[in-house]
């Protein structure tokens, strides 16, 4: 495992839910990352955090709404969501903000929306 | 700007083989290349990056990557594949922002 964990792994809601999505980052990284995944496209950053602050909101629908608290954990609050959200919904963590950082990544939520 | 291209969606290649997959940028400035590997319902693993230096950057399970300035590629390489190789590999690159650029993906598919 690469120290990322992600809860749950699956999610089923209707579209009128609200649910949230969990990253644990367990390598003392500073910076984290939300990722959409969907089948023949390229990645989607949507958000990033650096130090606990929010660097780079990449135009994403405001019904997906991150959070925070500190360093090691980040959430993914999801509301009226569309069917088209369903996607894996990846967490990435690197140990700085910088572009010679790789990155190191959870396995995923598998969002379904109904 | 920065993107990435990787023009195959899928490499077929037998067991033993050498294999390649391929991958080109755009980047302004000097690029920060990576490869990544996706094994089914796991998330993305870290393979190797080029920074700077030796063009031939070799990472992990025997992977190696050449980049070419010239050509602004940065190919993925292995002289012999196994099935256990099988997987999603992604190219990124990092220019002088503070986002990564992924590409689309090739799966990689190593015949018995």
Redesign the interface.
């Known amino acids: 495992e690469?120290g990322?964990t992600?809860t749950p792994r699956h999610l089923v809601m209707g579209m009128t839910n609200k649910k949230s999505l969990k990253c644990e980052q367990h390598l003392g990284h500073n910076a984290m990352y939300w990722y959409k995944q969907s089948a023949?496209?390229?990645?989607e950053?949507m958000f990033?955090y650096?130090l606990e602050e929010r660097?780079?909101n990449?135009s994403v629908p405001s019904r997906f709404s991150p959070e925070c608290p500190n360093s090691s954990h980040l959430f993914l609050h999801l509301h009226t969501l569309q069917p088209e959200d369903s996607a894996l919904y990846?967490?990435?963590s690197s140990h700085q903000?910088v572009?010679?950082d790789?990155?190191?990544?959870?396995?995923?939520t598998r969002l379904t929306v109904t | 700007a920065q993107s990435v291209a990787q023009p195959e969606d899928q490499v077929n290649v037998a067991e033993g083989n050498p294999l390649t997959v391929k991958c080109t940028y755009s980047v302004s400035g000097n690029p920060y290349l990576f490869w990544y590997v996706q094994y089914p319902n796991r998330g993305l693993q870290f393979l190797l990056k080029y920074i700077t230096g030796d063009n031939l950057v070799k990472g992990s399970y025997g992977f190696e990557a050449e980049f070419n300035k010239s050509q602004t590629s940065f190919h993925l390489k292995k002289p012999s594949a196994l099935v256990s190789d099988s997987a999603l590999y992604f190219c990124a690159v990092w220019g002088g922002s503070y986002i990564p650029t992924f590409g689309r993906g090739t799966s990689l598919i190593v015949h018995p």
């Open positions: 690469t990322v992600q023949k496209k390229p990645l950053l990033v650096s660097v780079e990449n990846l967490c990435a903000l572009n010679s790789e990155q190191y990544f959870g396995p995923g």
